[in-house]
């Protein structure tokens, strides 16, 4: 029965949870697909922006690189730090800022504190796919997920390499509807999956808790991130692919 039970085990891809960028080292994402992970607000946004009709989203670190690319390829820039606007960018990181009227037909160019940052560590280590996801797009990412069955890396942006309870929330979410599909032996995904299971039905309360949302709720963004933590709004998949984000 034991070996039954191991080689039932063998047969399934592995899933893993990062809780911060700092430890992505600590991983080998070379034949993994990697769900890169920001609730607040990156990832969320890629998804409504592209749900919305948008041709495709690029995502930069660099100030300096989104304002360059946006302007050759005349597509919207757009990003913050500390909740405003970058100086020499046309619009924030709002998912509200990005519908269909607005956003159909268009490229975005996305600088992010954190999720591009992850994103393009994610690459640069040989992820095998990059994809994001948020609750937004939540069920676009576990039938995804599960219809590959390819090893899994949920990476969580987190704050400055610090963890964070919004993005293990999410990681946790998708792992309570796919685990059945894995093999998880992996205390982050446990206690991501138990936090989860513990205040999905009181997931707005609880995320009022968190450093993240005391800090963006300062600039007024409420709307968002309850937005952000709302189940399938905009249940689209973003795939990367040469060099965008876009819907395969």
């Not at 597509?75 to 405003?84: F, M, S, V, Y």
């Not at 599960?146 to 309870?165: D, E, P």
């Amino acid at each position: 029965m034991l070996y039954a039970i191991f080689a039932a085990m063998q047969n399934k891809p592995s899933l893993y949870t990062i809780l911060s960028p700092g430890l992505l080292n600590l991983y080998d994402v070379s034949d993994s697909i990697v769900v890169i992970i920001d609730v607040f607000r990156a990832t969320s946004t890629i998804a409504t922006a592209l749900y919305n009709g948008a041709e495709k989203v690029i995502p930069v670190s660099g100030v300096e690189d989104c304002i360059a690319i946006g302007s050759k390829l005349n597509a919207i820039t757009a990003g913050e730090r500390d909740g405003k606007v970058i100086e020499g960018l046309q619009h924030g990181n709002s998912p509200a800022e990005y519908y269909r009227e607005f956003i159909e037909g268009k490229t975005l160019v996305l600088t992010t504190t954190n999720g591009t940052k992850l994103l393009h560590m994610a690459l640069e280590n040989g992820a095998s796919e990059v994809i994001t996801g948020s609750f937004p797009n939540l069920s676009a990412v576990c039938g995804h997920l599960v219809q590959q069955g390819k090893n899994v890396i949920l990476g969580c942006s987190a704050w400055k390499n610090r963890f964070n309870m919004e993005d293990t929330l999410f990681a946790g979410a998708v792992i309570e509807s796919i685990k059945e599909h894995f093999t998880i032996q992996c205390d982050s995904s446990l206690m991501a999956e138990d936090m989860y299971h513990l205040h999905k039905r009181d997931l707005y309360s609880f995320v009022q808790r968190t450093s993240h949302w005391h800090r963006l709720a300062a600039y007024g963004l409420e709307k968002d991130l309850q937005y952000c933590i709302t189940a399938d709004v905009a249940n689209v998949l973003p795939v990367y692919k040469d060099g965008a984000l876009a819907l395969q």
